[in-house]
């Protein structure tokens, strides 16, 4: 079985305050991972801009797709320059502007603590129940919905960690992800699908993607996680969208 790109790695583009490292992997370092690893492609996915302590700067964007370009050139792998952006609303606002997306190649959402919220409203209704892990079916209800406006307001292809610090319910989300052709991470380190959530997921028809989140270049690849869950609940190989072939996303045109 072979994995075709690992479509979730931060580079040092993700960086704290006073330049502290979240991630310590160079665009050129992450790609000639890829490349010793077998795969074919990469994308760089940093966290979103209104991610306050490790957000992706604007200014940055056009550098990046520049060392991008020329590690391509250097490795011969292909890579994408997608972020992980943020859910910053109950109303499904998410971290991007229509220009932003046109200078991305693909998108993963995910829930972050440390994302601002939209409006000091959302921050009480919507980033501060989260931040206190309240699950309550209000706090469920109000999620999922979040996630499904996103999905229908922006081009999203993958979610990240689903359910990963902001509870949702995993059936409603799952068919709403088929409508709107988005897949459901099976990321490196946290997977929170039960048993039950799982099956049903995939008796749905569901589309995953597995992928690292790697903070570091040799995190890049790093798979297991993703690949013994696969396994372990039958989850068939045309469910998954980035083995042995090139996943279909919303942006991005191959060249
Ligand atoms: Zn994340
Ligand atoms: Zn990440």
């Given at each position: 079985?072979?994995?075709?790109?690992?479509?979730?790695?931060?580079?040092?583009?993700?960086?704290?305050?006073?330049?502290?490292?979240?991630?310590?992997?160079?665009?050129?370092?992450?790609?000639?991972?890829?490349?010793?690893?077998?795969?074919?492609?990469?994308?760089?996915?940093?966290?979103?801009?209104?991610?306050?302590?490790?957000?992706?700067?604007?200014k940055?964007i056009?550098?990046?797709?520049?060392?991008?370009?020329?590690?391509?050139k250097?490795?011969?792998?292909?890579?994408?320059?997608?972020?992980?952006?943020?859910?910053?609303?109950?109303?499904?606002?998410?971290?991007?502007?229509?220009?932003?997306?046109?200078?991305?190649?693909?998108?993963?959402?995910?829930?972050?603590?440390?994302?601002?919220?939209?409006?000091?409203?959302?921050?009480?209704?919507?980033?501060?129940?989260?931040?206190?892990?309240?699950?309550?079916?209000?706090?469920?209800?109000?999620?999922?919905?979040?996630?499904?406006?996103?999905?229908?307001?922006?081009?999203i292809?993958?979610?990240?960690?689903?359910?990963?610090?902001?509870?949702?319910?995993?059936?409603?989300?799952?068919?709403?992800?088929?409508?709107?052709?988005?897949?459901?991470?099976?990321?490196?380190?946290?997977?929170?699908?039960?048993?039950?959530?799982?099956?049903?997921?995939?008796?749905?028809?569901?589309?995953?993607?597995?992928?690292?989140?790697?903070?570091?270049?040799?995190?890049?690849g790093?798979?297991?996680?993703?690949?013994?869950?696969?396994?372990?609940?039958?989850?068939?190989?045309?469910?998954?969208?980035?083995?042995?072939?090139?996943?279909?996303?919303?942006?991005?045109?191959?060249?």
């Amino acid at each position: 079985m072979v994995i075709w790109g690992d479509y979730h790695t931060h580079t040092i583009y993700s960086s704290g305050p006073h330049n502290a490292k979240h991630a310590t992997g160079t665009i050129l370092e992450n790609a000639m991972v890829a490349k010793e690893k077998g795969l074919k492609q990469i994308a760089i996915t940093e966290h979103g801009f209104d991610h306050k302590l490790y957000g992706v700067k604007r200014k940055n964007i056009n550098k990046m797709r520049r060392e991008i370009e020329e590690a391509k050139k250097k490795t011969g792998i292909d890579i994408l320059l997608g972020i992980e952006a943020n859910f910053i609303s109950s109303d499904g606002d998410v971290d991007l502007t229509e220009e932003d997306i046109k200078n991305l190649d693909f998108i993963i959402v995910g829930f972050h603590n440390f994302a601002k919220a939209k409006s000091l409203r959302e921050f009480f209704k919507f980033r501060l129940p989260n931040m206190l892990n309240l699950r309550r079916k209000k706090d469920i209800r109000r999620n999922t919905l979040a996630v499904m406006k996103a999905m229908d307001k922006y081009p999203i292809d993958v979610i990240s960690h689903p359910g990963a610090h902001m509870p949702i319910d995993f059936e409603a989300v799952g068919r709403h992800a088929i409508k709107t052709n988005t897949h459901l991470e099976l990321n490196g380190k946290r997977i929170l699908y039960s048993k039950e959530d799982i099956k049903k997921l995939v008796e749905m028809g569901v589309k995953f993607m597995i992928n690292s989140d790697a903070h570091s270049k040799d995190g890049v690849g790093e798979v297991n996680n993703g690949v013994n869950f696969m396994f372990k609940y039958d989850i068939p190989h045309s469910q998954v969208a980035n083995i042995e072939n090139f996943p279909n996303f919303k942006n991005y045109k191959k060249g």
